[in-house]
């Protein structure tokens, strides 16, 4: 069990590093994006084969899969962007607000009733995003774009929720970054007319790109990802979540030790940043508590979202 919960921190610990990566890979975010889910689907495509799993899925479904796709692909090209925009550590900041996010969507989406501490949570962590907005005004930009893209990432958790049921993990997530790299080439003739200052495409990889693309493409996402999946065969979603929600922290930790002092911030920034994320962290505690207190009145109990990072 040990080596299971060490396994978990190391996955998130490299979930942490993909900004680090975003950030040292050359070329803009959309095409970096575009190389990350080509290779990505590709590794995971390597995968069913190897494991010698059923490709096939109803065109409705495959539809749908390749829709949820689309908003991952928006969803790291913001992600990205954010990084660029500000720094790493403001990036983070602002994608600790997925939990914050997912208490807004799933009400709305899932037809579940609100919970009062997540509205409580909430509100706790719009004080922690002042601090950090306040700390930082040069790096407001960046921390929208962040918190947008948080919101993306909540909202395809929240569409996986019935999607994950009827299909093996590994099979959804192929369908889903086939569909991100799908949706950039679609994007490419918009993109490269208006929004390259005439430039064009730069998916011209430097030598060292490639060491960097493999990492995020192969280790962070195709064995990060394949590797949760079977860890949640023998640890608890609560588990899951709560260690999960460490990311911005190892995230944060990794920018200043690799980037030195352009990532060190303000004590408003760090203020604001523990508030958000004692938020998150509690934030489990909480939904685990009122599962137990729900079972108890025999009440349903809605269905655990655990949120990835494919």
């Given at each position: 069990m040990l080596k299971d919960?060490?396994?978990?921190?190391?996955?998130?610990?490299?979930?942490?590093?993909?900004?680090?990566?975003?950030?040292?890979?050359?070329?803009p975010p959309v095409e970096l994006v575009f190389w990350r889910t080509l290779l990505a689907s590709a590794g995971l495509g390597l995968l069913l084969t190897v494991r010698k799993q059923d490709w096939r899925v109803p065109l409705a479904d495959a539809a749908r899969l390749l829709a949820v796709g689309a908003l991952v692909a928006v969803h790291w090209i913001t992600f990205f962007l954010a990084a660029r925009l500000s720094s790493v550590s403001v990036c983070l900041a602002g994608l600790a607000t997925l939990a914050l996010w997912t208490s807004l969507l799933e009400p709305l989406l899932l037809w579940r009733r609100v919970r009062g501490y997540e509205v409580g949570l909430g509100l706790l962590t719009m004080v922690g995003l002042y601090l950090v907005s306040q700390a930082e005004l040069d790096q407001l930009l960046g921390l929208g774009v962040a918190i947008v893209s948080a919101?993306?990432?909540?909202?395809?958790?929240?569409?996986?929720?019935?999607?994950?049921?009827r299909y093996s993990p590994i099979k959804l997530t192929f369908y889903e970054m086939a569909g991100a790299c799908l949706s950039i080439v679609l994007f490419f003739p918009i993109y490269s007319r208006y929004y390259t200052q005439g430039v064009g495409l730069q998916l011209?990889?430097?030598?060292?790109?490639?060491?960097?693309?493999l990492l995020l493409a192969g280790v962070c996402t195709v064995y990060a990802f394949s590797s949760s999946v079977e860890l949640m065969k023998r640890l608890s979603a609560f588990v899951i979540n709560l260690t999960i929600n460490l990311e911005p922290i190892y995230g944060i930790i990794l920018a200043v030790l690799i980037f030195?002092?352009?990532e060190k911030m303000s004590t408003g920034f760090y203020l604001g940043t523990l508030v958000i994320l004692f938020s998150v962290l509690i934030h489990p505690v909480l939904d685990q508590w009122n599962q137990r207190r729900a079972r108890r009145l025999q009440e349903p109990v809605p269905d655990e979202i655990v949120v990835t990072n494919p």
């Open positions: 919960y060490l396994r978990l921190h190391f996955i998130v610990l490299l979930w942490g590093f993909t900004a680090i990566l975003g950030k040292l890979i050359s070329v919101g993306l990432s909540a909202l395809f958790s929240v569409l996986n929720v019935k999607l994950v049921k011209a990889l430097k030598p060292l790109d490639w060491l960097w693309l030195g002092a352009q």
